[in-house]
Structure formats: structure tokens, C-alpha cells
T-cell receptor
Framework: AQSVTQLDSHVSVSEGTPVLLRCNYSSSYSPSLFWYVQHPNKGLQLLLKYTSAATLVKGINGFEAEFKKSETSFHLTKPSAHMSDAAEYFCVVSKPHSSNTGKLIFGQGTTLQVKP | GAGVSQSPSNKVTEKGKDVELRCDPISGHTALYWYRQSLGQGLEFLIYFQGNSAPDKSGLPSDRFSAERTGGSVSTLTIQRTQQEDSAVYLC???????????FGDGTRLSIL
């Protein structure tokens, strides 16, 4: 079975300071991992994905995440928060792409607040 | 743009009525997925279609829920005899195939009175 746990339901940072959103996963496979962002009343936008290539993954809008197998973690970071980063962030796991399934399993989400 | 399109964006209906939600995927995408987002349950997988293969219905919560995909393109999610617990945002996503990232529509917000 696969699951993801987002360790913080709410994170608040000041504009210009670093962002860290934490995610741990559980998987009996070598997983594919994703971070999606959701702005209010919008669908989900893919920030970045890990699919067993480089362990440090760079995404859009300056975000990146590092896959650490030993810690079963896939934390999302950004060096400097912008007001437009305020949104809901989801850590997501799916079976590796070699499997015949595309089901995504979502974490409970982390709300990022950015203060001026 | 040519993203995933969902309609209606909002739907309010009375308990017991049937509703149909529509999803128009990105052109050429062979895989199409439905998810439900609710306050209590977060984001849950409902069903996916891949090409001409039988759909994976393992996430449908009850037999009141069904979905079809006609001609390998547009999909309709139908909820019969709606209940208040069906109130949620229903999200549709598509991908080029099962190995590619999923692109989401803006969702249909369903409210059952």
C-alpha cells in the first residue's frame, strides 16, 4: 500500500524568507512522487515530479524537492517566498510508471500563508 | 488555452436528484481521471479511463456513482439520487498516457441541499 503524510497542515512565512513544506511517504514500490499546488477555486497545478532520475528535482516558480529514500521524505522548498505562493500544496504518490496504473494518492495538504 | 475543461463550474441541486458532471480532456490525452475533493476526506480517486481498456472503478464510493467516456474523449460523471455527503468539488484530470503527469481542470463544485 502507498500513502503520504504531510507533516504540517498550515505553514506561515514572511515574504522573502525560505519555504519548507514537509512530506513523508510510504510505498512498497519505488514510487513516483509529485507536488501539486492549488490556488483558491482552481484546479491543481503540477509543481514538480520525481520518477527515479535525479534525487533533487527542480520545478516551476523556483520550487524544488529532494527525494531521500533513507528518510522516506520528499520535502518541498523555495529559497524566497513570494506573496503569490500563498496556496494549498499537495504531496502526491503514485505507483511507478512501469505499472499499469495512474491513480494518485494525495496527502492532506498544507496551507501556505505568506505574510508581507 | 487547451486545458482540461469541466462544466458546470458550480451545481446546486436538491437531495435525491440526479446530476451529470462533464469533463473535456486535453486533446490527444488517452487517460482521464475523476477525483473528489471534500473537507472531511481530502482528495480521493474515483475512476480512471485509459484508451479502450476497461475503466478502473475502484474508487467509486457507491453504486449511485457511474462514469462513462464516449469516443475516447469527453467523460460524464453521473451521481444518482444525490445525498448531502456528495457535496464536494469534483476534479477531472487527463494525461497523455498512464506514465505522464496529470493535468487538472478547475473542478465542479457540487452542493446538495
Amino acid at each position: 500500500a502507498q500513502s503520504v503524510t504531510q507533516l504540517d497542515s498550515h505553514v506561515s512565512v514572511s515574504e522573502g524568507t525560505p519555504v519548507l513544506l514537509r512530506c513523508n511517504y510510504s510505498s512498497s514500490y519505488s514510487p513516483s512522487l509529485f507536488w501539486y499546488v492549488q490556488h483558491p477555486n482552481k484546479g491543481l497545478q503540477l509543481l514538480l515530479k520525481y520518477t527515479s532520475a535525479a534525487t533533487l528535482v527542480k520545478g516551476i516558480n523556483g520550487f524544488e524537492a529532494e527525494f531521500k529514500k533513507s528518510e522516506t521524505s520528499f520535502h518541498l522548498t523555495k529559497p524566497s517566498a513570494h506573496m503569490s505562493d500563498a496556496a494549498e500544496y499537495f504531496c502526491v504518490v503514485s505507483k511507478p510508471h512501469s505499472s499499469n496504473t495512474g491513480k494518485l494518492i494525495f496527502g492532506q495538504g498544507t496551507t501556505l500563508q505568506v505574510k508581507p | 488555452g487547451a486545458g482540461v475543461s469541466q462544466s458546470p463550474s458550480n451545481k446546486v441541486t436538491e437531495k435525491g436528484k440526479d446530476v451529470e458532471l462533464r469533463c473535456d480532456p486535453i486533446s490527444g490525452h488517452t487517460a482521464l481521471y475523476w477525483y473528489r475533493q471534500s473537507l472531511g476526506q481530502g482528495l480521493e480517486f474515483l475512476i480512471y479511463f485509459q484508451g479502450n481498456s476497461a475503466p478502473d472503478k475502484s474508487g467509486l464510493p457507491s453504486d449511485r456513482f457511474s462514469a462513462e467516456r464516449t469516443g475516447g474523449s469527453v467523460s460524464t460523471l453521473t451521481i444518482q439520487r444525490t445525498q448531502q455527503e456528495d457535496s464536494a468539488v469534483y476534479l477531472c484530470a487527463s494525461s497523455a498516457d498512464l506514465t505522464q503527469p496529470q493535468h487538472f481542470g478547475d473542478g465542479t463544485r457540487l452542493s446538495i441541499l
